[in-house]
């Protein structure tokens, strides 16, 4: 399976038209659609002329880990796209980074969830971030904890939890993690029947080296940086 880019492809533009290829094979494997998956192409450690590359090819989601990375990057792009926050965020930066994102995906404490809800002045979209991998998995709630969270962040007026985001342990073959990715699923669907649950829609899993299995099993947002800009330095 082919999972760098091709030599001689190292422009953004094919790079990101080579992996929405991906994309779309993956999904139609399935018989899902192409279109119920969103690529977030993560800028972190991305200069800003291969940001501007990256909009120019049509992407209009774009992912940050890093409050401070993140606040040029937004000033300067603004509105023309979506932000993502999808690193841990600390409760002492939560007030500078509610405005700046649309989705945050790393919700992992009910301290955190209460926190963003108090600075939020408009509604903001979040993800609870599921650990199920244990000990490898530094950040997110256990699977056992999933109801409870969803249902508790659901009182929360000004969060609307959409969704579980996971970050699968490195792995030498993708397939090591399918299951951990087939496990998320189920965690949604349960999630998604408990009496709050009716907005938990979103699965945010798949990394460059993993996400054409996460795709398989059941991914809606995909998160890639290194397939599209190549290796970080
Ligand atoms: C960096 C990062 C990604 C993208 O990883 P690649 O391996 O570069 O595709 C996705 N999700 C999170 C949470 C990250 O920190």
Known sequence: MQRIPPTGVTDVAARVAHVQARIA?????????????????????????RVHEVVACGVRDLGENRVQEAVPKV?????AVRWHFIGHLQRNKVRIAVPMFAMIHSVDSGRL???????AVHPIEVLLQVSVAG?????????????????????????????????????ADPETVRPIFRRM???RDAARATASGAQVVALSMGMSDDFE????????IVRIGR???????
Not at 227 to 233: P, T
Request: aromatic letters at 2%.
């Open 185 to 187: 699923r189920e965690l």
């Open 213 to 220: 299995v996460a795709i398989e099993e059941g991914a809606t």
């Open 113 to 119: 969830a209460a926190a963003i809800n108090d600075a």
């Open 75 to 79: 000033e300067a792009l603004g509105r």
């Open 135 to 171: 000990e490898q998995q530094k950040h997110g709630v256990s699977p056992e904890a999933v109801p409870a969270m969803v249902t508790a962040i659901g009182k929360m007026s000004a969060l609307r939890i959409v969704g579980l985001m996971t970050i699968a342990p490195l792995a």
């Open 25 to 49: 094979e993956a999904a139609v494997r399935r018989g899902r659609r192409p279109e119920d998956v969103t690529l977030v192409a993560v800028t972190k450690g991305v200069n800003d002329v």
């Open 227 to 233: 397939a599209i800009f190549g290796e970080r330095h």
